[in-house]
């Protein structure tokens, strides 16, 4: 018999399978092709009600799960928490078993405590999803980025070098990446400002370089992450102009490779910080592609946990 | 592994796909507006099996042809024991305004064919929809469905499983009728 996902929830790419992942990544292929007929919804999730409670702010995330959702024909309820009685303060539970007690089944969260979206599948009875919490996990990013990666290079992500360049303490993208990456045995290389990078972050079995210079050089993919001003309370760096001089990733940089690279960002783009625009609008640039790809990745996650239920 | 009796093989099994394919040409002469869609997973490899046939009698004309995955329109995805996992699907021809027939291995509850034509209809608005299939499983039908080519016409019972063998997928060209 056909298996599915070994798990109920999504709450991180840590508790999944280099099976789950492939799976995962297969499905996609079908939901991508999809999304580009004519008609573009499909009735799998008819049945189903899916909330969207997103405590911490996001454009691409929640409308990329809301419309796989949609295209699901799911149910869909949208919860923010800056409109809602969280401002009064009900706790997270209180406010997610509200949810549940209007027959949602499935719930897809976005906070910013790393662990709460454990929390809540140990506490709740609905399937979870984890739209990123805090620091820790963002995992359907970590999905459509090897996607993505594939689709571009047509190459399997265990044939390939990649180096997370930026704000890796604070990224939970670069965290779920390095997970997903290494299970499907890829070679992953994080750089950026000494400051930046978390200590023992080599017993994950990454590279740790900081000379952008060497990173990008060494590299089939560059995964460019965004300076997280808003999650640090010290000053990590000089400033924003030192940071763009030293590790912000430019054109004058690209034509000095011996070879051609893809670049990524998992947005939003703090351009001429990390990256200036004449590489993210470039031809090696594939961030819009990740953008397209990430309601694939996220109508098969969805189908698959639901098929889980 | 269950008992099996095989209802057809070699050169019937040959023939029979010989006569479906001249009573295609019949009524879609030369397939100019007209196309043969296989359903997946086990359709394809009958419609893969009519297309080869058909190129070859026509020849030089080639035989339009599709491959549609009906995963995403069952109506059992909640209900299914394990999960459906998709198959891939190859839809290179346009749908709108053509004569589709339809090509699966096994007709039984009519439900397949259901999903497969709201699956098509994503495509666009055919003219026609038409129903080829190599194995009929009369007096099982749970919707208004009926085939308009058929290959053999089977009794059975519900315990009773109706297999399609093909040489593409690595097996001898034959059908079984299997019993628990």
């Known amino acids: ?46 049945d189903l009600t899916i909330a969207n409670a997103f405590f911490e702010n996001s454009t691409r995330t929640r409308l990329s799960f809301e419309l796989a959702e949609k295209r699901l024909s799911a149910d869909i309820v949208n919860f923010s928490s800056s409109s809602s009685s969280v401002s009064k303060g009900e706790t997270l539970l209180d406010t ?10 499935m719930i897809v969260m976005r906070h910013p405590y790393p662990g709460s979206a454990y929390f809540l599948s140990k506490n709740v009875n609905a ?9 820790h996990e963002h995992p359907t990013q970590a999905l459509l980025d090897a996607f993505s990666m594939m689709d571009r290079t047509k190459r399997d992500v265990s044939e390939m070098k990649i180096a997370i360049i930026g704000d890796i303490m604070h990224s939970r993208v670069a965290l779920s990446n390095i997970f997903l990456l290494k299970k499907l045995g890829a070679e992953v290389m994080v750089c950026g400002p000494a400051t930046l990078i978390p200590k023992h972050i080599e017993s994950l079995g990454v590279i740790v370089e900081h000379s952008v210079e060497k990173a990008l050089e060494w590299c089939d993919v560059a995964n460019v992450l965004r300076i997280q001003l808003e999650r640090q309370e010290a000053g990590y760096f000089p400033s924003l102009r030192e940071y763009a001089l030293a590790f912000g990733i430019n054109k004058t940089r690209l034509n ?6 893809t670049i990524m960002h998992p947005g939003p783009i703090n351009r001429g910080v990390e990256i200036n625009s004449d590489v993210a609008d470039s031809e090696h640039s594939i961030i819009l592609e990740q953008v397209e790809n990430g309601v694939a990745i996220r109508m098969a996650v969805l189908y698959l946990l639901a098929g889980r239920m | ?13 040959s023939i029979t796909l010989d006569r479906l394919c001249y009573q295609l040409i019949e009524n879609h002469g030369k397939f100019i507006n007209s196309a043969i869609i296989g359903l ?4 394809i490899y009958l419609a893969q099996a009519l297309q080869q046939r058909l190129n070859t009698i026509l020849a030089p004309i080639k035989v339009p042809y599709g491959e549609l995955d009906t995963t995403f329109h069952r109506d059992d995805f909640r209900t299914h024991k394990g999960p459906l996992i998709p198959s ?13 027939i339809f090509v699966d291995d096994v007709l039984y509850t009519g439900r397949s064919i259901r999903a497969g034509m709201d699956a098509l209809l994503d495509f666009g608005r055919p003219a026609s929809v038409e129903l080829l299939v190599l194995v009929d499983r009369i007096y099982s039908r749970q919707l208004p469905i009926e085939p308009n080519y058929i290959g053999l016409q089977v009794d059975t019972r519900a315990s009773q499983k109706v297999k399609v063998n093909w040489k593409a997928a690595g097996e001898e060209d034959s059908v079984w009728l299997m019993t628990e």
């Not at chain 1, 996609?28 to 999730?45: D, G, T």
């Not at chain 1, 399937?127 to 620091?135: E, H, S, Y």
């Not at chain 1, 000095?256 to 690279?261: A, F, H, V």
């Not at chain 2, 592994?1 to 099994?13: A, C, D, V, Y």
Request: hydrophobic residues 40%.
């Open chain 1, 1 to 46: 018999m056909e298996t599915g996902l070994s798990v109920r929830h999504l709450i991180g790419i840590k508790d999944l399978s280099v099976d789950d992942i492939r799976l995962i990544l297969s499905t996609a292929v079908r939901f991508k092709e999809q999304i580009n007929q004519p008609m573009k919804r499909v009735p799998s999730l008819r």
């Open chain 1, 96 to 105: 997610i078993n509200n949810l549940i007690a209007m027959k949602v089944e």
């Open chain 1, 127 to 135: 399937q979870i999803i984890n739209a990123g919490d805090g620091t």
């Open chain 1, 256 to 261: 000095k490779l011996t070879k051609p690279i």
């Open chain 2, 1 to 13: 592994m269950p008992e099996h009796n095989t209802i057809l093989s070699g050169k019937k099994f």
């Open chain 2, 40 to 43: 997946q997973p086990r359709g």
């Open chain 2, 88 to 100: 891939s699907q190859k839809m290179e021809l346009v749908v709108e305004n053509k004569n589709i």
